[in-house]
């Protein structure tokens, strides 16, 4: 049962709770830190900046001064496989930069004494020519940029993915150094420039099914020579191939059911730290790394046990794995420079930021905070781990919020509204980090539980697979089976019980109002509704997803039928509130606008809120404000909270109008 400190000052009803964490101080001020990059002493890296309608700044951090490199209109952004990552690289100043608007290259210098960026932007490949760069390296021994690219210059047919050289002065076309497989990741070089190790796999596979790392010898003209298989492919996923300073290859492997880290010594290939741990993620982007090298071979790593990722030093000689004591439990783009490592890091109380720690005297300081926004801990739900029973007779995993606001309290036999949350991905993972979208819930007396349903990453590899042919049941099972859970703790209340998800966790949420009837109430964000339509319309990446969790199409078309929430509105009863940009290639808006015309045609209540110029998930801070108060203004008409002075009004169809 939850516990209620009766000490509070006011007693009011759940989800009526007044609370500090406004959607204004959510978005204000609110950057996304990502992409970390070290260039000598200096530090960079990417923000978005939902002020500045989510324009991705590349920022460099020097002597305890920020200084913006790509000033507006510039927005370092590439397009690769959708999603992107590895949108930039840094050499001895020297900044290269995937541009969102043409997908062009561009490099633009610093002076190396100064705090100013001295050169606007210059083009070194050709603006608008249907190709789009990332994951690039420098080859110092030819003076020249190793890169994925991918290729859209004909639009009827599927892009083709390959690796190629680029000139630094932009005076030559690409040189071709792979081709052959439907994607590519990970170019690196050798400390000499003498090898080149990358990743490829190829459709239906996704990068966590199965992926091939291949090694070569470049020759006199840079040109790969015989490259061979050396791990992975097809049930092995490889993770972040890297070398050492000394020149040994690394890599990250899940062949024993968990990514753990593997190097290529000359007698063969070895485990560093075995363990039922995850050194790795989900390639969902390029460019992400868990670990990275001191001088000495040593590795800066981190792993995630039970949903927690910790940091540790792995010694390459004794093979001793040492965790450093951090309060940080969300750990991610780790990268290592002289003497010191800097990661994102993010705890249960603290917003993400980049951290930098001395790794001599294992020390650390904050270098830029993802929100300045810092309430006062009275308002701050932490997040406890629990473990459920779920169907099969297996256990599924969560973090579970309690209403909490130091100013309010409510009568001792009510039980707080639910909102169950649902990770996007599906191949992706909730996080016990600090969110304060989470935390305008909690303070306002919602309890909220984000589940790592089966099929999350951060399990192991069998935990991941549950979902194998089964999006839409395991999912949905976990996230009924997570809210009957405390339902029969007597933390919630079961008729107040509302589903949320975005993207697929979007579709989690239309399958589950759809097949079951358990919540009253649901939210998706640019969710699948048709997947047959997903099938038939979606970008290359993604484009044989569907095979591994669905099953092969149109071979397996009755499944995809009968999961497809659009083809079986007759037995949706609950209200339920739709989002979706306009420009989102992954999720196309038909899949949300059918499903609001469906359950408006059947006077269900429902609403559906559009933003143009959004893609897939909400970058703009105006955007992001209004469909957090949307949201919340939906929940007080379909529950009855008090809505008196909302900051917004929404069209509910077949809703009666306040009085």
């Known amino acids: 049962m939850a516990i209620i400190d009766t000490t509070k000052s006011s007693i009011a009803p759940f989800g009526t709770w007044q609370s500090p964490i406004t959607p204004e101080a959510i978005v204000a001020d609110t950057v996304n830190l990502d992409q970390i990059t070290i260039d000598g002493d200096d530090i960079y890296w990417i923000e978005g900046r939902a002020s500045e309608s989510g324009r991705c700044v590349i920022v460099r951090y020097r002597n305890g001064t920020t200084t913006d490199v790509t ?17 930039y690289l840094v050499n001895n100043g020297t900044v290269y930069f995937s541009n969102l608007a043409d997908q062009a290259i561009y490099c633009t210098e610093s002076d190396q004494s100064q705090t100013t960026i001295t050169s606007p932007p210059v083009a070194i490949t050709q603006p608008a020519a249907g190709r789009r760069y990332a994951d690039a390296v420098f ?40 081709d052959g497989h439907d994607f590519y990741a990970a170019p690196r070089l050798s400390p000499d420039g003498k090898q080149l190790a990358w990743l490829s796999w190829n459709h239906p596979n996704m990068p966590w099914d199965g992926t091939c790392l291949w090694l070569a010898t470049l020759d006199a003209n840079g040109l790969p020579v015989e490259p061979r298989l050396v791990a992975g492919c097809p049930g092995e996923s490889i993770f972040q191939p890297a070398w050492s300073p000394s020149g040994k290859l690394h890599f990250i492997s899940d062949r024993t059911g968990w990514w753990n880290l593997y190097r290529m010594d000359a007698d063969g290939t070895h485990a560093l730290s075995p363990s039922t741990a995850e050194f790795g993620r989900a390639q969902w982007a390029l460019g992400m790394a868990t670990y990275g090298f001191t001088k000495s071979d040593d590795l800066v790593c981190t792993y995630c046990q039970n949903g927690r990722w910790q940091l540790a030093l792995l010694d ?15 750990i991610n783009d780790v990268k290592v420079g002289n003497g010191f490592a800097v990661f994102i890091g993010g705890s249960a109380e603290q917003a993400n930021g980049i951290i930098q720690l001395d790794l001599t005297k294992a020390t650390w300081s904050i270098l830029r905070r993802s929100s300045n926004f810092e309430p006062d801990q009275g308002y701050i739900s932490s997040p406890v ?29 009510e039980r707080p509204p639910l909102l169950v949350l649902n990770h996007g991905g599906p191949t992706s993972s909730a996080s016990m980090a600090f969110n304060l979208s989470i935390q305008f819930w909690t303070s306002r007396g919602f309890a909220v539980v984000d589940v790592n349903y089966g099929g999350s990453t951060g399990y192991g590899r069998d935990y991941r697979e549950r979902l194998r042919g089964k999006w839409g049941v395991v999912d949905v099972e976990d996230a009924i089976s997570a809210a009957r859970y405390l339902v029969e703790r007597s933390d919630v209340d079961n008729e107040r019980l509302i589903i949320r998800g975005s ?101 269900l209540p429902v609403a559906y809120i559009t933003y143009a110029n959004e893609q ?9 404000k209004h469909a957090l108060e949307a949201e919340f203004y939906f929940y007080g008409r379909i529950f009855g909270f008090a809505i008196e002075g909302a900051p917004v009004f929404i069209d509910i169809k077949n809703l009666p109008p306040l009085q």
């Open 139 to 178: 080859d110092h021994r030819r003076k020249r940029l190793i890169a994925i690219c991918e290729d859209h210059a004909t639009p009827s047919a599927e892009p083709t993915n390959k690796i190629v050289a680029i000139d630094i002065h932009g005076n030559h076309a690409d040189v071709l150094i792979a």
């Open 385 to 413: 781990a629990i473990e459920f029973p779920t169907a099969n007779e297996l256990t599924a995993h969560a973090f579970f919020y309690a209403p909490k606001n130091r100013d309010f309290t409510s009568n001792v036999d």
């Open 616 to 624: 897939h998930g909400f970058r703009r801070a105006e955007n992001i």
């Open 316 to 330: 390459s000689k004794t093979l001793i794995l040492t965790h450093l004591p951090l309060p940080f439990c969300h």
């Open 503 to 603: 993207s697929a966790g979007g579709y989690t949420t239309l399958a589950a109002l759809t097949f079951h009837n358990y919540f009253k109430a649901g939210a998706s964000y640019y969710g699948v509704s048709d997947l047959e339509a997903l099938a038939r319309d979606c970008h290359k990446f993604e484009s044989r997803y569907l095979d591994y969790l669905v099953g092969p199409y149109p071979a397996q078309q009755d499944t995809y039928l009968s999961r497809s929430p659009i083809h079986h509105v007759r037995q949706l009863a609950a209200p339920l509130i739709l989002f979706q940009g306009l420009e989102d290639r992954v999720v196309p808006p038909n899949q949300s606008q059918m499903m609001y015309d469906a359950l408006n045609e059947k006077e």
């Open 71 to 87: 000033p507006a209109p510039w927005n370092s952004r590439t397009r690769v496989h959708e999603y992107g990552g590895g949108a």
